[in-house]
T-cell receptor, first 117, second 117 residues
Framework: NAGVTQTPKFQVLKTGQSMTLQCAQD?????MSWYRQDPGMGLRLIHY???????DQGEVPNGYNVSRSTTEDFPLRLLSAAPSQTSVYFC????????????????FGQGTRLTVV | AQTVTQSQPEMSVQEAETVTLSCTYD???????LFWYKQPPSRQMILVIR??????QNATENRFSVNFQKAAKSFSLKISDSQLGDAAMYFC??????????????FGQGTRLTINP
C-alpha cells in the first residue's frame, strides 16, 4: 500500500522555469492538499481539492496552479519559478469524516525539496 | 482566520526524562480538532496524537499525552521517558470541525526536539 506518493523528491530549477510536482494517492481519498514548509513558518496551505474537478486556494496560492482531473492525482504547477518558491512541498490526502468525526487524519507524502536558483 | 503558535523553536531533554512542548491557538470556533505531528529527519509527517475539542478528557497515546486547556486555547504535548527516536521537529496543527476532512490544516511554526543521551 503506497499511500501518498510525491515525485520528484529533489529538484533544482532556474528562475523562470516551469515544472509540475506530482502527487498520487491510492487510498481513494476525496480530499487532497498541497503545503509548503519553510524554516520558522511551519507548513502553509497552498491549494486544496475536495474532489475531482473542485479546487480552491489556501493561504499562499500565488505562483502556483492546480487541477484535479482524477481522484488519485493532484499535481502542483509552478509556471515561472522564483527563488521565493524554494521550499519543501508536501502533498496530503484525507477522506470526508461526516460519518466518522474522528478518523479524518491527513496522510502525507514524503515531500519534494525544491531549490530555485 | 485561525492561527497556531509554537513559541519554543528548540527544546532539548535528557534521555528517559520528560519534556513538554507548548502550543497555543486562536479561533472563534467552538468545535475543532488539534493534532501533534512528528517530523523526523526523513521528512515524513507522522501523526502523534489528536484531540477533539468537544472532549474534556486529555488524549493519551503510550508515552505521549496532551494537556488541553480549551478556555486558555492551549494544547501542550508531554513526552514521558524520552527516547533517542523521539528526536524530531514537532508541529501543532488545528482543523476546523466545519470542514469534513483534513484538507485545511493550520500549522504552528514547529519545535525542534533534541534528545541528549
Amino acid at each position: 500500500n503506497a499511500g501518498v506518493t510525491q515525485t520528484p523528491k529533489f529538484q533544482v530549477l532556474k528562475t523562470g522555469q516551469s515544472m509540475t510536482l506530482q502527487c498520487a494517492q491510492d487510498m481513494n481519498h476525496e480530499y487532497m492538499s498541497w503545503y509548503r514548509q519553510d524554516p520558522g513558518m511551519g507548513l502553509r496551505l497552498i491549494h486544496y481539492s475536495v474532489g475531482a474537478g473542485i479546487t480552491d486556494q489556501g493561504e499562499v496560492p500565488n505562483g502556483y496552479n492546480v487541477s484535479r482531473s482524477t481522484t488519485e492525482d493532484f499535481p502542483l504547477r509552478l509556471l515561472s519559478a522564483a527563488p521565493s518558491q524554494t521550499s519543501v512541498y508536501f502533498c496530503a490526502s484525507s477522506r470526508p469524516g461526516f460519518r466518522d468525526r474522528v478518523n479524518t487524519e491527513a496522510f502525507f507524502g514524503q515531500g519534494t525539496r525544491l531549490t530555485v536558483v | 482566520a485561525q492561527t497556531v503558535t509554537q513559541s519554543q523553536p528548540e527544546m532539548s531533554v535528557q534521555e528517559a526524562e520528560t519534556v513538554t512542548l507548548s502550543c497555543t491557538y486562536d479561533t472563534s470556533e467552538s468545535d475543532y480538532y488539534l493534532f501533534w505531528y512528528k517530523q523526523p529527519p526523513s521528512r515524513q509527517m507522522i501523526l502523534v496524537i489528536r484531540q477533539e475539542a468537544y472532549k474534556q478528557q486529555n488524549a493519551t497515546e503510550n508515552r505521549f499525552s496532551v494537556n488541553f486547556q480549551k478556555a486558555a486555547k492551549s494544547f501542550s504535548l508531554k513526552i514521558s521517558d524520552s527516547q533517542l527516536g523521539d528526536a524530531a521537529m514537532y508541529f501543532c496543527a488545528y482543523r476546523s470541525a466545519k470542514v469534513w476532512g483534513a484538507q485545511k490544516l493550520v500549522f504552528g511554526q514547529g519545535t525542534r526536539l533534541t534528545i541528549n543521551p
